[in-house]
């Protein structure tokens, strides 16, 4: 198979902190997570044909960026405005290939980071929402 079709992937928050996940309404782009991983050098001066030599270091959770079709009376819109204020960290999914026998769901606590709107004369509205990973991301099976 050549690549399976994105649409439907669903984007959600934690609710009530206790694993009532509910899906943000309009959400036209999700990327992310984007996990990465610390190079710490150990080159020394006997280090082999003088090539730079690396252990693996910390890993890091990433991002997950997602943009919506901004509508300032949709409850899940407002509701990432008091996820950007609260102090504490929320738990969200992305939903992937949601109802498919292949569903998968990337768990992640997170904080969001960025949350910048855009209202541009010929185009629609929109919100764009950057989520910090915090701890270990995880792709669970789900379908």
Same mark, same amino acid.
């Given at each position: 198979m050549a690549g399976l079709d994105a649409f439907g992937t669903q984007f959600k928050r934690d609710s009530t902190g206790a694993g009532a996940f509910v899906a943000i309404a309009n959400v036209s782009d999700i990327s992310g997570p984007e996990r990465s991983r610390e190079a710490i050098e150990v080159t020394a001066h006997d280090s082999p044909? @003088? *090539?730079? @030599?690396?252990?693996? #270091? %910390?890993? &890091?959770?990433?991002?997950? !960026?997602? !943009?919506?079709? *901004? +509508? $300032? #009376?949709?409850?899940?819109?407002?509701?990432? +405005? #008091? +996820?950007? @204020? @609260?102090? &504490?960290?929320?738990? *969200?999914?992305?939903?992937? %290939?949601? #109802? +498919? $026998?292949?569903?998968?769901?990337?768990?992640f606590t997170a904080l969001i980071t960025d949350l910048g709107d855009a209202f541009p004369i010929d185009d629609k509205m929109e919100r764009e929402a950057t989520f910090k990973i915090s701890g270990k991301p995880t792709l669970n099976p789900t379908g």
């Open positions: 044909d @003088e *090539y730079r @030599e690396f252990v693996k #270091g %910390l890993k &890091d959770g990433g991002e997950v !960026t997602i !943009t919506i079709n *901004y +509508d $300032p #009376g949709d409850t899940s819109h407002s509701a990432l +405005d #008091g +996820d950007f @204020e @609260e102090k &504490d960290l929320r738990a *969200y999914q992305v939903v992937i %290939l949601p #109802g +498919d $026998p292949d569903e998968h769901t990337w768990d």
